[in-house]
Nanobody, 123 residues
Framework: QVQLVESGGGLVQTGGSLRLSCAASGRTFSAYTMGWFRQAPGKEREFVTAISWSGATQYADSVKGRFTISRDNAKNTVYLQMNSLKPEDTAVYSC?????????????????WGQGTQVTVSS
């Protein structure tokens, strides 16, 4: 069982930056692939980025070059650095964990989810 708690959301102006954190409980955090998803009001949840246990990463085209995912296995934490934010990045951001190797963009592949943190980008 893994529990995930996100933090770091907030209100930022267009072009600004935020760093989200996702703290995980559990002894085998390093073996999990971690992902970030987001959901804007009235829209479907969408994949943002993921990082495997080995550090391999994958990004949605909409965030490539602006967002960076990283992990610190010693701290059981995954981070999402978001730069050059745009109003269309406004959403609730949730982290998720899947206990098998391999990156995945599908939410159905992830077994554990955090409660989410709101990111609002003003124009």
């Amino acid at each position: 069982q893994v529990q995930l708690v996100e933090s770091g959301g907030g209100l930022v102006q267009t072009g600004g930056s935020l760093r989200l954190s996702c703290a995980a409980s559990g002894r085998t955090f390093s073996a999990y692939t971690m992902g970030w998803f987001r959901q804007a009001p009235g829209k479907e949840r969408e994949f943002v980025t993921a990082i495997s246990w080995s550090g391999a990463t994958q990004y949605a085209d909409s965030v490539k070059g602006r967002f960076t995912i990283s992990r610190d296995n010693a701290k059981n934490t995954v981070y999402l650095q978001m730069n050059s934010l745009k109003p269309e990045d406004t959403a609730v951001y949730s982290c998720a964990a899947k206990p098998w190797a391999g990156l995945s963009t599908g939410a159905e592949a992830y077994d554990y989810w955090g409660q989410g943190t709101q990111v609002t980008v003003s124009s």
